[in-house]
């Protein structure tokens, strides 16, 4: 930070530490130690093996999604934990404010200090809201969510962050690149899938960077080769592995064309998606005019500050907030493709749970360019214009937070139940009654 004696940072840096207490409380509470999901896939895929033997490196890769941070979080935990769940979730939580910290880091050392202004103390305090959002609770819930999308954003940022000291003139460029190599190497042998999307989200952001200063210079061209370098790596090691399962996200040409036809119906699931980030419960909401609103509100907010992150040359200063957009549009269009066989009128593909992460991932993108176009604000009545929305937006999330504590006994009488009904198939049910009647 560049002052000491900041009021307004000091105040966010407070909040920040009491939502992380929060979220590390809500977990504590409410996280499953059932194995869900995917859960039960890793189980067969990784610990069979490691148990019996035949555990190879090469199994690190077995999964649909060639993500080895599952196996290794899953072994270590098995074998020093007994599997118990909790520990995953707190690594993961622990991840999440690493990278919090990092993101606050980085905005107020890109951003003018706030001073004691209170209304451009709106924005960190939204951006921190955001990432700790709990309009839905799965990432608290689910230990495998919460240190997958955690350590997704975590490895992102320390990415994005060298990549702008490499935009950025200065010295040490040979380091800087070498850094972005090995980040970004290991990011995609760690998070595969998920942070590859990543990565073609900041070449997005790189193109458009060269087209719109109509060069391509040195700063350019250098982070766009590595990275292109790494994801090319990274899929012919995962080819050389000779996995069949490796088939998540092969997006083709013909596949993407074949979206025109439902362009309509599209364009308005991705609004709703985007608000779905935002809001506490949509579907409560849905269908109604006010949400359509809402939802057409947040398509424009989003539109015009990528309009406005390339007008105004942004990239100067930082190229976080449009990787952070285009990561979340790049995610909206793998969920399309892949998780509805068929878009059509009334279909909701986009509000799914476990995506919430990054919806608030790019809606802190979105926030961020908004900071910066605040700053340049010098009338009063536009500073009052851009507050009102913010202080609803912070209500709004502050809400969330408490309906999610209203949810948690809920949330943790299901997973009480989930755990009788593991317990009565895998060993009858007068052995699942009688751990009901002792109080397990």
């Not at 050389?240 to 308005?268: M, T, V």
């Not at 892949?338 to 992460?357: D, Q």
């Amino acid at each position: 930070m560049k002052n000491k004696h900041d009021i307004g940072a000091q105040i966010v840096l407070v909040a920040f530490v009491v939502f992380t207490i929060n979220v590390f409380w809500f977990a504590t509470e409410t996280a499953t130690n059932l194995l869900r999901g995917d859960d039960w896939r890793f189980l067969l895929i990784f610990y069979k093996k490691w148990l019996d033997g035949t555990f190879q490196f090469r199994d690190l890769f077995a999964d649909s999604h060639p993500i080895a941070l599952h196996p290794l979080v899953y072994i270590f935990n098995a074998e020093f934990f007994s599997l118990q769940r909790i520990y995953g979730a707190w690594f993961g939580l622990t991840v999440k404010v690493l990278a919090g910290l990092l993101l606050l880091w980085q905005l107020f050392r890109k951003e003018l200090p706030l001073g004691s202004n209170w209304r451009a103390m709106l924005f960190p305090l939204y951006i921190v809201l955001l990432f700790f959002g709990m309009n839905e609770v799965v990432e608290y819930v689910w230990p495998l969510l919460t240190y997958e999308s955690s350590m997704t954003f975590f490895c992102g940022l320390v990415a994005l962050v060298v990549l702008d000291a490499l935009l950025a003139n200065g010295d040490a460029r040979g380091i800087k690149a070498i850094t972005l190599a090995i980040v970004a190497i290991v990011s995609l042998l760690l998070m595969g899938t998920l942070i590859k999307l990543f990565f073609l989200a900041s070449l997005f952001a790189l193109f458009m960077v060269a087209i719109i200063e109509r060069r391509v210079t040195v700063n350019v061209a250098l982070p766009t080769i590595i990275i292109c370098l790494a994801l090319i790596f990274h899929s012919f090691f995962i080819a050389s592995l000779d996995l069949p399962q490796n088939h998540a996200f092969n997006i083709n040409p013909s596949s993407i064309l074949g979206l025109w036809e439902y362009r309509f119906d599209i364009l308005k699931d991705v609004a709703f998606g985007l608000a779905a980030g935002l809001n506490i419960k949509m579907g409560v909401f849905y269908p109604s005019t006010v949400l359509d609103i809402f939802a057409a509100s947040c398509l424009v907010l989003v539109g015009y500050s990528i309009f406005a992150f390339y007008k105004e040359r942004m990239w100067k200063i930082t190229i976080i907030p449009m990787v952070l957009i285009i990561y979340m549009l790049l995610v909206f269009l793998g969920a399309i493709i892949f998780r509805t066989r068929e878009i059509v009128p009334g279909a909701w593909p986009l509000y799914i749970p476990r995506y919430f992460p990054t919806y608030h991932m790019g809606w802190i993108g979105v926030i961020w360019i908004y900071f910066k176009i605040f700053q340049n604000i010098t009338k009063r009545g536009y500073e009052l214009l851009f507050s009102i929305p913010l202080v609803l937006g912070i209500v709004v999330m502050l809400f969330s937070i408490a309906n999610a504590w209203r949810m948690s006994p809920y949330i943790s009488a299901i997973n009480s139940q989930s755990e009788v009904a593991v317990c009565k198939f895998a060993n009858g049910a007068q052995t699942a009654e009688k751990e009901v009647s002792a109080g397990i």
